[in-house]
């Protein structure tokens, strides 16, 4: 079932690397993990490798909420799946690929049965060739790369895809054909990732992308918005991390970018909606989620959950929801990883943002998408522009 990944979607060396590690590092051969002996009396152990820590703790914090919160609805408050108590550990990898697979291993020797998490699209990448050589389920969270769709028999995701939010900003446009494209970002692995991921989804449907990269260490943005502003551009994606956020945004309003082109970027945690400053509403937001966007019954019980416990629903509660939606249900049809992988392949069910299904093919998660703005006060807060059902977004199928 392993499957033939399109080019530029895992790169050879980048493979090799992660082989090479799995051959010389994995607890045990193939196959000789927990997982496969197990009885149907037997709890189900699963890891929650995240970050806890690090760069990403906020995503990671609203992940274990949702997982928490998933875990009670999914078992009815039981902890249980098929009879099976749910046993969860944590670990933190504080974003760190080298902990993540640190910790992998130490839970693979003690048998766990599942492992999930995976807050950077770095981790996912590196915990995926180490589960799937020991025969372990693997569900990545909040890491939006496109390499862990296909990755193999064990491997899954309860979050988007970079595709999926790709495809979300183009349907701000509509046809793709022959229109421009300008993917504003810094020059740093970041941007030149999001430069590719442009390319790979947008040039096939016939669109002229190209990239303005911006020096990672600028503070005056006015000669690349002015650049910006005179490529005239249908859609400008913009791709941006860091501090510096609000003085590029601002140059860009000042430069007159909004006037000529429509600006597309990916909509983030709360914490920075303030960063648009004055341009706020001028821009249109791709939205995985956010708080109120879908108006399911889910996501009211998620709501619910989190909030009573201390919490607030964010961008990635949603992630660690549906992977304890995931892991019940698999855990109940049956007790190796083979058994729980046939029980998720094809499964369809009501999640937080509508009807999900597990692609059998290749394993991505089909799901709604949104189109947001944003709406200025303080702070300022999200609208629901569009929904997008599940096959308006989905990837292309990963070849076997």
């Not at 950077?120 to 915990?127: D, N």
């Not at 999200?382 to 977004?393: H, N, Q, Y």
Request: one cysteine or more.
């Amino acid at each position: 079932m392993h499957r033939k990944r399109p080019a530029g979607r895992w790169p050879a060396a980048l493979a090799a690397a992660a082989a090479a590690l799995i051959l010389t590092t994995s607890c045990g051969s193939p196959g000789s993990s927990g997982s496969t002996g197990n009885k149907a009396s037997d709890p189900v152990k699963v890891g929650l490798v995240y970050s806890k820590s690090g760069p990403l703790a906020t995503y990671g914090k609203q992940y274990l909420e949702g997982f928490q919160a998933g875990l009670d609805y999914a078992t009815k408050g039981t902890g249980k799946a098929g009879g099976r108590t749910i046993e969860v550990h944590q670990a933190d990898d504080a974003g760190d690929p080298a902990k993540a697979v640190a910790a992998t291993k130490d839970l693979i020797g003690q048998g766990y049965d599942v492992i999930a998490g995976a807050t950077s699209s770095g981790v996912a990448t590196q915990v995926s060739p180490l589960t799937e050589q020991n025969k372990v389920l693997f569900l990545s969270g909040p890491a939006a790369t496109d390499a862990v769709t296909g990755a193999g028999p064990y491997t899954f995701r309860s979050g988007r895809q970079t595709t999926q939010d790709i495809n979300t900003a183009a349907a701000f446009v509509g046809d793709m054909k022959g229109k421009k494209v300008t993917v504003f970002a810094q020059d740093n692995a970041f941007g030149q990732a999001n430069v590719a991921g442009v390319k790979a989804v947008l040039e096939p449907q016939g669109a002229k992308v190209a990239p303005l990269l911006v020096p990672a260490a600028a503070n005056d943005f006015t000669p690349f918005a002015t650049q910006a502003e005179k490529a005239g551009a249908d859609m400008m994606f913009v791709a941006w991390a860091g501090t510096s956020a609000k003085a590029m945004w601002t140059a860009l309003g000042q430069q007159g970018v909004f006037d000529s082109t429509k600006v597309v970027t990916g909509l983030d945690i709360a914490a920075t909606w303030p960063s648009y400053g004055k341009v706020a509403q001028e821009v249109d937001f791709l939205a995985h989620y956010f708080a109120g966007a879908a108006g399911t019954e889910a996501e009211k019980a998620m709501t619910e959950r989190v909030t009573k416990a201390g919490g607030e629903v964010g961008l990635f509660t949603v992630d660690g929801f549906t992977a304890a939606q995931m892991i019940v249900h698999a855990a109940g049809q049956g007790a190796s990883a083979d058994e729980m992988a046939k029980a998720l392949e094809g499964w369809s069910f009501e999640g937080v943002k509508g009807k999900l299904t597990v692609r059998a093919e290749d394993h991505a998660l089909l799901q709604p998408m949104f189109q947001a703005r944003l709406k200025n006060g303080t702070p300022p807060t999200a609208e629901l522009v569009k929904k997008l059902d599940a096959d308006a977004v989905a990837p292309g199928v990963v070849e076997k």
